[in-house]
Structure formats: structure tokens, C-alpha cells
């Protein structure tokens, strides 16, 4: 059973970092697009960051330019998303995806696995 955990999010006043991770199991993902959705209510789901296999970014949102770092560990099955300079705006439900079947990487209709998500507060 193909499970992705995240961890890491929490409260963080404004210009604190957090580094969230995503532990996968189940299965290997070292050869898998592998990306970072967060969501707050009433809105749609964003596309954050997505790293190819190889390590080269797919996708960095334009809200987080220069902010948050996408990386993997392939050994451990692992992606992190680390954030830094955080705004109240970053506040949502962070949301890890694996294998990318298809389509744009930051498109979520073409990852076929998803974390439950991870809430990350920033306080003003």
C-alpha cells in the first residue's frame, strides 16, 4: 500500500521557516515527479513546487520565488519543502503528490498519489 506522510508544518510567526517533509512507502518514487500542493478553504488547490527524479525543478509557484526550496532524497524516498520568509499568505494545508502521469507538473490532476495534508500557519 503506497502511503505519502508529510510532517513539519506548524504555527511560525511572519519571517520564520518551517521545512516540511514527505516520506514515501510502499513503493520507490526515485524515478517520479514529485510535487508540493497547499490549499486554503474556499479556494483551489495550488500548485507550490515539483522536482523532477533528476533534481531539476518542474515547477516553483511565483508567490514563492526566492522563498521556498524544493529538494529529494532518493535514498530515503523523501521530498522536502523548505520555507523560508514566510507571509500570512502562505498559510494553508500543504499537500505532498507523487508520480506524475502526466500533463503539467503543476496540474493535479496528473499526480496519481497524495498525502492528507499538513497545516502550516503564519502569524502576522
Known amino acids: 500500500q503506497v502511503q505519502l506522510v508529510e510532517s513539519g508544518g506548524g504555527l511560525v510567526q511572519a519571517g520564520g521557516s518551517l521545512r516540511l517533509s514527505c516520506a514515501a512507502s510502499?513503493?520507490?518514487?526515485?524515478?517520479?515527479?514529485m510535487g508540493w500542493f497547499r490549499q486554503t478553504p474556499g479556494k483551489e488547490r495550488e500548485a507550490v513546487a515539483a522536482?523532477?527524479?533528476?533534481?531539476?525543478?518542474?515547477h516553483i509557484a511565483d508567490s514563492v520565488k526566492g522563498r521556498f526550496t524544493i529538494s529529494r532524497d532518493n535514498a530515503k524516498n523523501t521530498v522536502y519543502l523548505q520555507m523560508n520568509s514566510l507571509k500570512p499568505e502562505d498559510t494553508a494545508v500543504y499537500y505532498c503528490?507523487?508520480?506524475?502521469?502526466?500533463?503539467?507538473?503543476?496540474?493535479?490532476?496528473?499526480?496519481?498519489?497524495w498525502g492528507q495534508g499538513t497545516q502550516v500557519t503564519v502569524s502576522s
Open positions: 503528490a507523487a508520480e506524475l502521469r502526466g500533463g503539467s507538473a503543476s496540474q493535479e490532476y496528473g499526480y496519481e498519489y
Open positions: 510502499g513503493r520507490t518514487f526515485s524515478w517520479s515527479t
Open positions: 522536482i523532477r527524479w533528476s533534481g531539476g525543478i518542474a
